[in-house]
């Protein structure tokens, strides 16, 4: 039988005590991870298949975590809100914050701690920006949030040098909609999509892309080339 990828890695997941986060730790730590939940949070009791160490942090503290992501190999930016109907100009801004700026900060810190401290094996980052990057979500702040999150994710892959492709892969994981506290009546088992993206991950697709609909699994790889051609052609490097 092969060796897991993730053997002995070090995995960092944010969101960790929502149904997702839940599931890729135990998927992750089932392939002989070490796992370290992030959550805004109290620290939740020790599980046997929950991380085996948690950081508490909150949004717009970022720099507080640069100790912890410089022990990972792999961070998974998966936390997020999701106000449903809500469009006050509060929810707005407490969505932008959480689903879009802090994975931002989190991202730049990351990049910047593995082109400071390169590894024979590059450091990986996903970020979960969802099927609402492309498609309805029936809520739409979240997805303006993820739609963001996901256009800065594609113009950061698709203006990366070098040095930073070598010290760093980017892993978008565009998910349909699964059962969880945000969305109670999702299609798919969070267990499911988690072994989905382990395995996505493990084959080394950047795009990993789990949902029922066709259509995505056509529309979101054209869209991200598309955004990609377009940065790299107006990519101005020397200014």
């Known amino acids: 039988m092969a060796q897991s990828p993730f053997l002995g890695k070090r995995i960092g997941i944010t969101g960790a005590r929502g149904a997702l986060g839940a599931a890729l730790a135990r998927c992750l730590r089932s392939a002989g991870a070490h796992v370290v939940g992030f959550t805004h949070g109290s620290i939740p009791p020790e599980q046997a298949d929950g991380p085996h160490r948690w950081v508490s942090w909150s949004c717009g503290d970022e720099a507080s ?36 700026l802090s994975s931002w900060r989190l991202m730049q810190r990351f990049e910047a701690i593995s082109r400071a401290s390169p590894q024979a094996d590059p450091r990986e980052v996903w970020i979960n920006t969802s099927e609402a990057e492309i498609q309805p979500a029936v809520s739409p702040v979240y997805e303006l949030t993820k739609r963001m999150l996901g256009q800065l994710v594609s113009i950061r892959g698709a203006v990366l040098d070098a040095t930073g492709r070598e010290a760093l892969i980017l892993r978008k994981l565009v998910l349909g909609p699964f059962r969880s506290s945000l969305n109670p009546i999702g299609v798919m088992g969070a267990d499911f999509v988690a072994s989905q993206v382990v395995r996505q991950a493990s084959w080394g697709f950047r795009l990993v892309i789990v949902t029922p609909n066709p259509l995505t699994y056509v529309l979101m790889p054209l869209t991200e080339l598309g955004r990609r051609i377009y940065s790299r052609i107006l990519s101005r490097p020397d200014r």
């Not at 975590?65 to 509060?90: C, F, K, R, T």
């Open 65 to 100: 975590l640069d100790a912890d992501l410089e022990e990972l190999d792999v961070l998974v930016l998966n936390h997020g809100i999701n106000p449903q109907g809500g469009q006050s100009p509060e929810v707005i801004n407490q969505a932008l914050e959480v689903n879009t």
